[in-house]
């Protein structure tokens, strides 16, 4: 059982006034030339409080898991620099050579040191581990500070595009509990998510403003390289949006509307095929996860979440193979369960109630938007608006591959959460345009 300490609050509490001011100071420089900035110090505090409230449920309610393993791994690496530097710089670099024999009762022993992606991962943390003076809390909460700016950039992104929507995506981008939640803490999760935001934000700069280029450039590649090699379906289902969202900027620049419905599907197409290409190409880099192992992998997956083990938490959208055909008729099922579930039928604990009743507000809105929209205008409006296309078939891409792939709410809850602020604010950008012109046709 991982136990929480005396000095684990001590340097949470400094650390969180340090992030306070911090925040107070970026909010009242950048403030006043960018108003946005208003929400700055507000949304890092509740990454900060998340980060928090997952070190302690995992503490006092879960004793133990991933988060508190990941820890655990970064402390005892950090141990091991004290012991022999050599061997804690090689460990650092990734080197091949098996040291699990350097660390001893001292050093404290890795519990995941058997996993390679679990290492890498703890590795990261070890820089976040000496400056949070090896305290969970404390590590925790400079970890939450990192990555908001992966977040905070997202929110800026959307802004700028849909200025007129800043309240609500407050709601989506910066305070939706179960991102807030799950990707805040000693996590992957928190990670990728910020890796999803710096993806997203850049991507648009370097593409389509044209601004600052090899700055942009620079971070996309580090944000695919974390992302490829920790959660590789996270890079998959953002590169097929991201081709299509610059064949769409194109889109829309053409007046006539023939000429545009001729070239949509030759482009759309061209732009499916270069991403195709691209993920085939990373082969090599993503190993288990390449093209032509995934579908395997999935499979693999699902059967597995189904044991015992994960304490009968799990959920059925049927049986299917590792052929395409297969898993693209459980597609829908795949995509509901991912955006959708837990329901408020399926939750069995505090932590799936709150993310049930969350699910059950984002279904609302889809629904209501559906009807309104008749299904074809929902899809047809999406369209209109490139970073809304992008948002949009990420969010469709992600949910299939999570969905396809987890069978247990546990997990779902968690792996969910990158697409999640993207389907919500493009969920509250199509009430926006379908209320607009609601109001043209009434002319008001």
Not at 60 to 84: H, M, P, Q, R
Not at 145 to 151: D, E, K, L, R, V
Request: proline share 4%.
């Amino acid at each position: 059982m991982f136990i929480l300490t005396f000095w684990d609050f001590f340097v949470g509490i400094i650390y969180l006034a340090i992030i306070f001011v911090w925040g107070k100071y970026i909010e009242n420089k950048r403030g006043k030339q960018q108003p946005l900035y208003r929400w700055y110090t507000r949304g890092l505090m509740a990454k900060c409080f998340g980060a928090i409230a997952l070190c302690l449920i995992y503490t006092l309610y879960y004793e133990g898991g991933d988060t508190t393993n990941y820890f655990e791994a970064a402390k005892s690496i950090s141990n091991v620099l004290g012991k022999d530097m050599h061997a804690f710089v090689e460990m650092m670099l990734g080197k091949g050579k098996d040291f699990y024999s350097v660390f001893d009762s001292n050093t404290g022993w890795p519990p995941n040191w058997r996993d390679p992606l679990a290492i890498f991962v703890s590795r990261l943390f070890v820089p976040l581990c000496f400056l949070g003076f090896k305290t969970y809390i404390g590590t925790s909460l400079l970890l939450a500070w990192i990555c908001y700016s992966g977040i905070w950039r997202l929110f800026l992104l959307f802004n700028e595009v849909f200025p007129e929507l800043e309240k609500q995506f407050t709601i989506s981008i910066l305070f939706i509990p179960s991102v807030v939640f799950w990707g805040s803490g000693l996590l992957k999760d928190t990670v990728t998510i910020s890796a999803v935001g710096w993806f997203t934000y850049c991507f648009y700069y370097f593409f389509i403003k044209k601004e600052d280029r090899l700055k942009n450039l620079v971070c996309i590649v580090l944000a695919s390289y974390l992302l490829g090699t920790i959660k590789p379906y996270i890079l998959f289902a953002l590169i097929p949006g991201s081709v299509i969202w610059l064949a769409n900027e194109q889109l829309v620049n053409v007046k006539s509307k023939l000429l545009k419905f001729l070239a949509a599907p030759i482009l759309i197409s061209l732009a499916l095929g270069l991403g195709f290409f691209i993920l085939t190409q990373l082969g090599d880099f993503l190993g288990v996860y390449s093209v032509n192992k995934i579908l395997y992998k999935a499979v693999e997956s699902n059967l597995d979440q189904k044991s015992e083990y994960y304490g009968g938490n799990s959920f059925d959208i049927g049986e299917f193979d590792a052929t395409a055909p297969s898993m693209i008729s459980k597609a829908h099922l795949a995509i509901a369960a991912t955006l959708f579930r837990p329901t408020l039928l399926d939750a069995k604990n505090p932590v799936m109630l709150l993310s049930a009743l969350e699910n059950t507000y984002i279904m609302l809105l889809t629904i209501f938007l559906l009807i309104r929209l008749q299904f074809f205008g929902f899809f047809r409006l999406i369209g209109e608006k490139p970073l809304l296309l992008f948002s949009v078939i990420f969010s469709l891409f992600f949910a299939f591959s999570v969905g396809i792939a987890t069978s247990n709410f546990g997990s779902l809850v968690r792996l969910k959460i990158p697409c999640i602020p993207f389907f919500v604010s493009s969920l509250f950008v199509l009430k926006y345009l379908y209320e607009k012109k609601s109001k043209k046709k009434l002319g008001i």
